[in-house]
């Protein structure tokens, strides 16, 4: 159980133009689900914690306007690249929280979205 | 600040040694920590929690509030333990929780 999924793997697009990157919960529902960025032989950078029918809460330096987030089910989170650059390219990564006790969800991350901004 | 260390990005070691994979963490609230654990070409997955007090794949890992660590152990490395291992401290605030990463500690296991 706990399966995460991220559609599409791997995207190539021109600048200029938006990017929709889907997080799916297979099997649990997920009030909250986060969304990061990992760049090569780095850490996980959080950039976002998205809430079901609510705002998504944003890091300090990400973009709101750039990084469109909506989470619009329980098993359902977007991430939309707006105008992307050739410096948006990265790999990206979403997880969903699931209760398992404790005062925090546990989360269970997807596979990643390799973006390539050319 | 909240902060999660772990000093070492490269530990080699030799199949069937002791493995201690090191985490520090600074957080005033009460901590939540797990460990992730990324095997090549894969997504991250979940080793332990400390809540849960659990024993993974031989791997532990016990909080000590004291010394601000949790640090993951195993008597006997085996070759497949090889991986990059994350350290998640959950920090909660205002009905909401999110993760500090930190920045990983790749296991070799040698032959």
């Known amino acids: 159980g706990a399966v995460v999924s991220q559609h599409p793997s791997r995207v190539i697009c021109k600048s200029g133009t938006s990017v929709k990157i889907e997080c799916r919960s297979l099997?649990?529902?997920?009030?909250?689900m986060f969304w990061y960025r990992q760049f090569p032989k780095q850490s996980l950078m959080l950039m976002a914690t998205?809430?079901?029918?609510?705002?998504?809460?944003?890091e300090q330096g990400v973009e709101k306007d750039k990084f469109l987030i909506n989470h619009a089910s329980l098993t359902l989170s977007t991430l939309t690249v707006t105008s992307a650059h050739p410096e948006d390219s990265s790999f990206y990564i979403c997880?969903?929280?699931?209760?398992?006790?404790?005062?925090?969800?546990?989360?269970?991350f997807g596979p990643g979205t390799r973006l390539t901004v050319l | 600040a909240q902060r999660v260390t772990q000093p070492e990005k490269l530990l080699s070691v030799f199949k069937g040694a002791p493995v201690e994979l090191k985490c520090n963490y600074s957080?005033?609230?009460?901590?939540?920590l797990f460990w992730y654990v990324q095997y090549s070409r894969q997504r991250l997955q979940l080793l332990l929690r400390?809540?849960s007090r659990e024993s993974i794949k031989g791997f532990t890992a016990d909080l000590n509030k004291g010394e601000t660590s949790f640090h993951l152990k195993k008597p006997f490395a085996q070759e497949e333990d090889s991986a990059m291992y994350y350290c998640?401290?959950?920090?909660?605030?205002?009905?909401?929780?999110?993760?500090?990463f930190g920045t990983g500690t790749r296991l070799k296991v040698l032959a």
């Open positions: 997880s969903a929280g699931r209760k398992e006790g404790g005062r925090s969800d546990t989360q269970y």
């Open positions: 400390h809540i």
């Open positions: 099997d649990f529902q997920a009030t909250t």
């Open positions: 998205s809430n079901e029918g609510s705002k998504a809460t944003y």
């Open positions: 957080y005033s609230g009460s901590p939540e």
């Open positions: 998640a401290l959950s920090i909660s605030g205002s009905g909401t929780y999110k993760y500090i």
